[in-house]
């Protein structure tokens, strides 16, 4: 699987529009992760473009729930392993079911945190299929 890995310095960029400017990239094509929790007390993933904003009714309905929530930051690491600003749909501490924004299908490919601030990781959604399952559904307002 191929993949381009890209680094940001950190003191300049904090939000996923600010780390596409940083690396001169589409900001629609840079991905934030979301990390949620449901009505049922599961957590979700969701992987959107950065200047989006998650519509969590939408995102309830593409898994299920009668709602969700965002995690609240303290509880991130614990769940995920990663740090806010840090967080990627790979690699969490366990798996959680992940939707990504429809949008993701019309690029050769996207770029998402690689897991730390400061790196990002551009790869094909084929590519990402070969590490985790994932689901493409409208989830932006």
């Known amino acids: ?3 381009v ?3 940001y310095s950190p003191d ?3 939000s996923a529009t600010e780390v596409a400017a940083s690396l ?3 900001p629609q ?5 979301l990390v949620t929790v449901g009505k049922s007390g ?4 969701f992987v959107i473009p ?3 904003e998650l519509d969590l009714k939408k995102a309830a309905a593409a898994v299920g729930e009668k709602s969700v929530e965002m995690l609240k930051s303290k509880d991130l690491l614990g769940l995920t392993g990663y740090i806010h600003g840090g967080c990627s749909p790979i690699g969490m ?5 992940t939707v990504i924004h429809e949008t993701a299908a019309g690029f050769p490919t996207i770029i998402m945190s690689a897991g730390k601030i400061g790196y990002q990781v551009e790869l094909s959604l084929d590519g990402l299929e070969k590490m985790i399952r994932f689901e493409l559904c409208d989830l932006i307002k």
């Open 93 to 97: 501490k366990k798996y959680f079911r």
């Open 1 to 3: 699987m191929s993949y």
């Open 24 to 26: 001169q990239q589409d």
């Open 29 to 33: 094509r840079v991905f934030k992760t």
């Open 50 to 52: 950065g200047p989006e």
């Open 5 to 7: 890995e890209h680094r």
């Open 42 to 45: 599961r957590n979700y993933v």
């Open 12 to 14: 300049e960029a904090v």
